[in-house]
């Protein structure tokens, strides 16, 4: 699939996010956002996921639980969750919860949003793989706020002490958190250096640029013995230009005019 074959899909997966959150009047669209070419890239170039049953793929956990709306426009674009259920984002017995339900949705491979663990639940996967001498790869999805979590760098050491190199770690690095800019609430960097002298190889990318991307993986395909951390630099409420760059925008769904106003910029009607 070609970059411009993955634009479509991005500008898909952002006015089908923008129109669940909508829909909910709840949500958090400024970190689904961010992560949207990350996912297209994951799902339709990188990973190894014809079928969500097929015990040979590759499994993807969303650390970053509340982005849920970025999962789900990824498995609605890939054919393994109808898009019938858009409007039924966080309702009561919804498949499409608040955060990502293993028990509710087929494709969601771990239940998340208590942030933290996901790298862990990742680790448990990737060597459950190695010990099996499986050739499954572990992509996890993790936020700027999260790995200020100290589970984070537990999972981190125990990563390199196990070799884990069917394990990558993508960082959505949009540089917002809830409460405002990372370096104001509690500051990580650097990030590259410390994950680094946990041992692991990093890389630094564009999150919204294919091709960018596209060298990272085939950069994180060379590394032998280690897992790899790939810090990819996002915009939080990327494509739609009122949310840009906007901690306002973690949690809260647009009103109408908002939402139409959005549409239209990705355009489209939805």
């Known amino acids: 699939m070609n970059y411009d074959e993955l ?11 923008l129109t669940m959150i909508h829909a909910a009047n709840s949500g958090h669209p400024g970190g689904s956002l961010s992560a949207v070419e990350i996912l297209t890239y994951l799902y339709f170039k990188e990973m190894n996921i014809k079928d969500v049953d097929d015990d040979d793929r590759d499994r ?7 982005g849920a709306p970025v999962l789900y426009a990824a498995l609605m674009e890939k054919g393994f969750v109808s898009k019938d259920l858009m409007n039924t984002l966080r309702q009561v017995n919804s498949k499409l919860q608040g955060h990502p339900d293993m028990k ?8 998340t949003g208590s942030l933290g663990q996901g790298l862990s639940i990742a680790n ?15 992509f996890v999805l993790l936020g ?37 800019k990372n370096e ?36 994180r395909k060379t590394i032998k013995e280690k897992p790899v951390l790939i810090i990819a630099k996002t915009t939080k409420g990327k494509g739609c230009s009122f949310m840009e760059d906007k901690a306002g925008w973690h ?16 355009g489209g009607d939805n």
């Open 7 to 17: 634009s479509v899909i991005a500008k898909n997966m952002r006015r089908n996010i």
């Open 251 to 266: 949690g809260k769904a647009p009103n109408d005019d908002e939402y139409c106003i959005a549409i239209e910029e990705l």
């Open 60 to 66: 993807f956990v969303l650390s970053k639980g509340h």
């Open 104 to 111: 509710k949705l087929k494709g969601v491979e771990a239940s």
């Open 184 to 219: 104001d609430v509690m500051s990580v960097e650097p990030i590259d250096k410390k994950f680094e002298g946990f041992g692991w190889h990093v890389i630094h990318v564009d999150g919204h640029d294919f091709s960018s991307l596209e060298k990272a993986f085939e950069e």
């Open 144 to 180: 700027d706020g999260e790995i200020q979590e100290g589970m984070i760098w537990e999972a981190a050491m125990l990563a390199n002490h196990y070799k884990l190199d069917n394990l990558t770690a993508i960082m959505d690095h949009n540089g917002l958190q809830i409460d405002g």
């Open 124 to 138: 448990g996967m990737a060597l459950a793989f190695k010990l099996d001498n499986r050739k499954n790869r572990v």
